[in-house]
């Protein structure tokens, strides 16, 4: 009897260590899909430090979103985060996206035929005919704010906004191919609130169309990832 609780107490013990690994220096995720090809295909089994960035905490609605020893995306990153409008993801953990960043708080990009500047805290954005549908999406989604258009203006809290300033920083996310736009207008651009952390390893592959015992690629395990 003393043996079985020992044996009971180690693996509870052991069980409480690896999920409090997982939810605090590394998390596995899954590719699937074919929207980071060549690069990656579908069943790689990447590792993500939740360090990289620094550790978000928080934010779930009993605790503030908080991050600590934060440090910003940079161009390059392949970066896994919180799925920000429900669309079908290439990377998989729940409700998460894996994509590269290719711009960051003051870059420019083109969405369609208009160019939108990269919203950055505390940064004012001048509010145009062109982004005013876009700012007034991040108010009301991310921001915590009621934002409404009205005859062609912007109103946030009630009040006209002709310079938009926003609480977080934000990133535009892609597959990294020219002209990808990641599916719409919203979708490739995420606060910093979502981020989770940087992809460092490509730890191995699993191709579901082969027999049981074939399904791990060759050449495809323990790869560190770099730009």
Do not use: Q
């Amino acid at each position: 009897m003393n043996n079985a609780l020992k044996f009971v107490m180690a693996l509870v013990v052991t069980t409480l260590l690896m999920l409090t690994f997982r939810a605090l220096v590394f998390t596995v995720y899954t590719v699937n899909g074919t929207t980071l090809e060549p690069c990656f295909v579908s069943g790689d089994r990447v590792l993500v430090d939740r360090w990289s960035y620094g550790l978000r905490t928080g934010g779930g609605g009993m605790f503030r979103y908080a991050r600590w020893f934060g440090s910003p995306v940079e161009k390059g990153d392949l970066a896994v985060f919180d799925n920000p409008d429900g669309a079908r993801p290439p990377a998989t953990a729940g409700r998460t996206l894996a994509y590269y960043c290719t711009a960051v708080p003051g870059d420019t990009v083109r969405i369609a035929s208009t160019s939108v500047a990269i919203p950055g805290k505390d940064a004012p954005i001048r509010v145009t005919a062109g982004n005013i549908r876009l700012l007034c999406f991040l108010y009301n989604r991310f921001e915590g704010r009621k934002a409404r258009i009205s005859n062609g203006r912007l109103y946030v809290d009630g009040k006209e906004t002709r310079c938009a300033v926003f609480a977080n920083d934000y990133y535009w996310f892609s597959s990294g191919r020219p002209g990808d736009e990641s599916g719409s207008m919203y979708s490739g651009l995420v606060p910093e609130t979502h981020v989770i952390g940087k992809v460092v390893m490509l730890l191995y592959s699993v191709d579901k169309s082969k027999p049981a015992f074939h399904r791990l690629r060759k050449g495809r395990r323990l790869l560190f990832i770099t730009k």
